[in-house]
């Protein structure tokens, strides 16, 4: 097994910059309010900062939409600025990470702006042009956010394909032209310095070249069934050059989104001999609670237990000494881990956020903590759809609601409070003044109305806090080297309320016990006398008797 690159004991922090900290009073996080917090992040503890995209772009999908790789949003700063966040992050020991969206580009972007011009031009073929078919799309693909994924253009009268928004053209990587651009493109930021790449659905990059019909859709599909358009038949090749040109160059860190994966397909992009990505995100856990009637995540669903037990077991078996596992709650997609597999009321939002984060770090792979996770940030409640901003929040309430019919606006509403983006994109809660501390300004997307109670300030200052308990995790990543290395083995599986587990090697082990539940629960779990207790989110340990939301780990060996 392939052990002890550092990236296989970095903890990993992502920061979402468009809410996470504003410096100008413009109302938009900015990068110099990130260079402010890195004193925050070191603290933590954490060794590698995320950056969701900060590229230039017309900011239809929040910067997932990228004109200029090159260039920096002006909201966001300048090319100096971005140099003086990675020199000082470099002082601090802490590694950048960039977000690299390489399957599509904006519609604003110069390659498709020339692209559109005629059909022979040179930077046609980067992008993916058909004729129509009996006057209509070329086949029944749809795009992630609702509708056809493919948008005609009157000037050429040919449809390019979108898998996203219209505004979002996919690139045709068969291009090798294309392809050498974007190795460019990576090879000179890592010349800036930054430490590596996340990239996103970047298993979604090659497609079936007859571009078939996908027999999942029907008349009620809403939004694209990512399973039959990812792992493509050139997937990797394509990142196999990438590592070759680029990646293999440099010690960095480098984590693939990939819906629709198995674990058969992690280890062909992960595996420790593949030659392409270090680890994946899979998207398994995070649509566990996903719609009984075809309308993808929008739901209102609670998760059940030991489904969640048997995915996250499945990947820690079936990775274990071939691939490397990324480990993670929640993102810029997803909504608040507290919110959607705790308890977010005040009696037990800080338990429940403290067992999840047990749960989790404490199995093998790199953890990756959202903006605002370590301080128990949830989700948001605002009654009115207007008060909302994510194109896939707003195309799905047109769709479902305003369009199909198929749920009422009422219905739709508990779905966009238990499933919407924005649910993680709201300010980052630095204290209770205005706004919470992000902004002097407006900000560009409003507050949770809790900031006062829940915030940076108040969790720094009182020690039991969520962030202090996130602090303690990572330490103990650091310094045990059984949480990187130990052998995975899940006991109880289908016991539906407690999570409980253990970590073997040589020389010692961890058992790890969680209730996922606001219940008292008793169990019984074997100990050796010499065992301690490690972690604990209750200030007394009482056996076999396991609280609301208890959560503990216990420690026997050398």
């Known amino acids: 097994m392939v052990k002890n690159n550092w990236w296989q004991k970095a903890v990993v922090y992502q ?7 504003d410096s100008n009073g413009d109302g938009v996080g900015d990068i110099h309010g990130i260079v402010q917090r890195l004193p925050y992040l ?13 590229y230039q772009s017309p900011n239809d999908d929040n910067g997932y939409d990228i004109s200029d790789y090159r260039k920096i949003l002006p909201e966001f700063g300048t090319m100096a600025d971005v140099q003086e966040m990675i020199s000082v992050a470099h002082q601090l020991n802490l590694k950048i990470m960039m977000d690299l969206v390489v399957n599509h580009t904006s519609d604003e972007h110069e390659w ?24 209509h799309e070329p ?54 310095g930054i430490d590596g790449f996340r990239m996103d659905v970047i298993n979604l990059i090659s497609k079936q070249k007859s571009l078939p019909n996908d027999p999942n859709v029907n008349a009620d599909s809403h939004g694209s069934s990512m399973t039959f358009v990812a792992n493509g038949p050139k997937v990797h090749q394509y990142l196999q050059e990438m590592n070759s040109e680029v990646l293999s160059q440099h010690d960095i860190i480098t984590v693939g989104e990939t819906p629709g994966v198995t674990t058969t397909d992690a280890i062909q992009y992960a ?14 856990h995070t649509e566990i609670d996903n719609s009984q009637e075809g309308l993808g995540k929008w739901s209102d669903a609670r998760f059940n237990l030991v489904d969640l037990k048997k995915i996250f077991s499945k990947w820690q078996n079936d990775l274990a000494g071939k691939a490397w596992n990324s480990l993670y709650w929640n993102n810029h997609d997803r909504p608040r881990v ?33 903006q605002g996770e370590e301080i128990g940030m949830t989700n948001v409640n605002w009654s009115s759809i207007t008060q909302y901003q994510d194109i896939d929040t707003l195309n799905a309430f047109e769709d479902l609601v305003n369009q199909q019919k198929r749920v009422t606006s009422e219905k739709m509403m508990t779905y966009v409070h238990h499933s919407s983006r924005d649910n993680a994109r709201t300010p980052m809660q630095w204290d209770s003044s205005e706004n919470a501390g992000f902004t002097k300004g407006k900000p560009w997307l409003s507050v949770n109305d809790n900031y006062s109670t829940i915030n940076v300030a108040q969790s720094l200052a009182d020690q039991q806090s969520i962030f202090y308990f996130y602090k303690k995790l990572i330490t103990l990543r650091q310094q045990m080297p059984i949480i990187t290395n130990g052998h995975y083995q899940v006991l109880d599986m289908d016991d539906e309320s407690v999570y409980a587990y253990n970590r073997i090697d040589q020389d010692s ?50």
Request: charged share 25%.
């Open 15 to 21: 920061i979402y910059p468009w809410s996470f900290q």
């Open 42 to 54: 070191k603290e933590l503890g954490v060794q590698v900062i995320w950056l969701s995209p900060i």
């Open 112 to 135: 498709f702006q020339q692209s559109r011009q005629s059909r022979d031009n040179p930077y046609r073929d980067y992008y993916i042009w058909r004729d129509p078919v009996a006057g």
């Open 139 to 192: 086949n029944n693909w749809l795009s992630d956010f609702g509708g056809s994924a493919w948008a005609f253009d009157d000037k050429t009268e040919q449809y390019y394909l979108h898998l996203f928004s219209k505004k979002q053209p996919d690139l045709n990587w068969e291009n090798q032209m294309l392809r050498q651009d974007i190795y460019d493109t990576m090879s000179w930021w890592l010349e800036q």
């Open 271 to 284: 595996g420790f001999d593949a030659r392409e990505l270090q680890m994946i995100f899979q998207f398994e």
């Open 338 to 370: 507290v919110s959607r597999f705790g308890n977010d009321s005040e009696k037990y939002r800080a338990l429940s956020a403290k067992m999840l984060a047990t749960t989790l770090h404490f199995m093998q792979g790199t953890p990756y903590i959202y």
């Open 509 to 558: 082990e961890l058992l790890i016990i969680s209730n996922f539940t606001d219940q008292i629960q008793t169990r019984h779990y074997s100990l050796k006398d010499s065992a301690n207790l490690l972690i604990s989110n209750y200030e007394d340990d009482q056996g076999d008797r396991l609280r609301p939301y208890e959560s503990k780990v216990y420690f026997e060996g050398t």
